[in-house]
């Protein structure tokens, strides 16, 4: 099955769930929030509002998804054809991220405008999407139920969230620069501020680092989850 025809199928699974009907409520809840914000406090709630938009969606709607899809044995009929592993969870990436851009910029035209720095801004929800829906896929294949889930996605999640207190000046150190979300942090300040191209290429490197590792890790769990299912390896083929 082609990634486009996993995507389309993702697409409309999540329209099926309410999940457009629910973020489009939780979108009209943050703009009225960030109406009320003084605007020499704006910039910095916005890049942390949109840090938190992709990262929650990603790592929650994820993992919740593939329990779904797991309870409604969706994967006995999926897992029947040839479909790549690979497919699969680029097809989860792509669709969340659609939603997490869709919604950060239904948050950031209301209450600032146009980003300053709009690609940047872009790839900053779109890595950071990526990089949480795989850890929340990584976390629901480990897990067996949604409070097993929770507790998992939580513990992955909370060592990648450090850097957040550098961006509040609580507790500042050089290696938060080792961190996924250092560079989600500073490609989304595009939205307030012009990105060096210096700063710009470290940001894309080390998500893109992070997500070749997660995204290894969720391969491995998936071609493990299948196998116990179907007892063969077509689904690893690239």
Known sequence: MKTWKLFIFDMRFQWKQRFYVVYLFVCSVYVGILHAIPDSHLGKVLVLLTFSDPSALGLLLAGGIVLLERGQGIWNSLFATPVKL?????????????????????????????????????????????????????????????????????????????PVLGYLNVFDTPLYMIFPSQGSLLLLSGSVHLLSHEDGGYAIAVLVIWIGIVGSLAMRLLSATVRNTDGGRRHEQI
Request: hydrophobic letters at 60%; one cysteine or more; a positive charge.
């Open 86 to 162: 690979w497919e699969y969870l680029l097809a989860k990436c792509l669709s969340l991220s659609l939603l997490s851009l869709a919604a950060a910029f239904a948050i950031h035209l209301p209450a600032s405008g146009w980003p300053v720095s709009p690609l940047y801004f872009t790839l900053g929800i779109v890595l950071t999407s990526f990089f949480f829906t795989l850890i929340g896929i990584a976390a629901a294949l480990g897990s067996h139920s949604i409070n097993g889930f929770l507790i998992r996605s939580q513990a992955y999640a909370l060592v990648f969230v450090l």
